[in-house]
């Protein structure tokens, strides 16, 4: 069921059962954190391999103080400067987080969602939520409470409403384990930005080589729509076919060669910002579209432009 009921999602969430719960960024399938039979219900909902760590939710930094948590100093930068926002930072974890949550890692991911119904459930809660993105494993995240309950049905007994996400991307994930300063995900908050607040420079060519084994999740194709999916930089149209056939995920412009009416323009004005938020909503519309294949423009390598490649690539079909 679908509806803003915060309290009653808050219920759910104390009853140890799943609730969809909508951030800026993606919508989240949440439980306690603190369960072990809540976290598994996530896994098993998701159909996610269990080697894949959780990020874990909560409405403010004193709470993770609060559950034992030390935050180290230059994520504290970034999270007053970021959060609540896109932005998750991997910290040594406390006895409470249970195991299933890190993959049996001594480190754990933690996010403040910057949306207001997001805040309002973690404010009612005594624990933090467990939350990765609320799709089936491997599928694109959801950017509406509709695209939940398209995957989901009446699998999880609650889809918390909290309207189309603003932001459209994952987070971005930055890590303190083992006292290095590491991006494990290009994600809804520029590298640009990061790279301000700890005044230094941060690679990306183990996210872009695939070779990321503090983030096992991260590794394998993903975000994918069923219809193969093509980079632009990759192949050329007349190899793909009749040209009706093809949808196009492009930046500002429609591509010469492939009808109007197949292309998804994500943002006229050429915000790489709102072309971010409309990414997913394209994927999803072109792989519903009966086409044979989906050609994607590759964005402009700076801001939200470096999270957009990532992830499409990573759904492309292997060229
Ligand atoms: P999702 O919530 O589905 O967007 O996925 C969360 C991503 O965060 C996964 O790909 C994980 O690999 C990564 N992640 C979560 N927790 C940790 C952690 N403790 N250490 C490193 N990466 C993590
Ligand atoms: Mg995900």
Redesign the pocket.
Known sequence: MIGTDVQHAANLLKAGQLVAIPTET?Y?LAANAFDDTAVQAIYKAKG?PQF????IHTNGLHRIEEWGMQVPEKALALANAFSPGPI?F?IP?SNQISDL???G?E???VRIPNHPLCLDLLSRLDFPLA???ANKSGCI?PTTAQHVADQFGEEIPYILEGGPCTIGL??S?V?F?NKQIQL??LGGLAKEKIEAVLNCKLSIEHIQNNENP?????LSRHYAPTTPLYLESSVSPTSLGEPTKIACIRFQQYHPAIPKENQFILSEMGSLDEAAQHLFMAMRLADAGNFNCILAEVFPPHGLGLAINDRLKRAAVAS
């Open positions: 993606v989240g996610r894949n760590p959780l990020i998750s991997v974890k949550v890190t993959a890692h480190y754990v991911a939350a990765p993105s995240s994952e987070s994930i890590s384990a494990l995900r503090l983030s096992p999740g991260l």
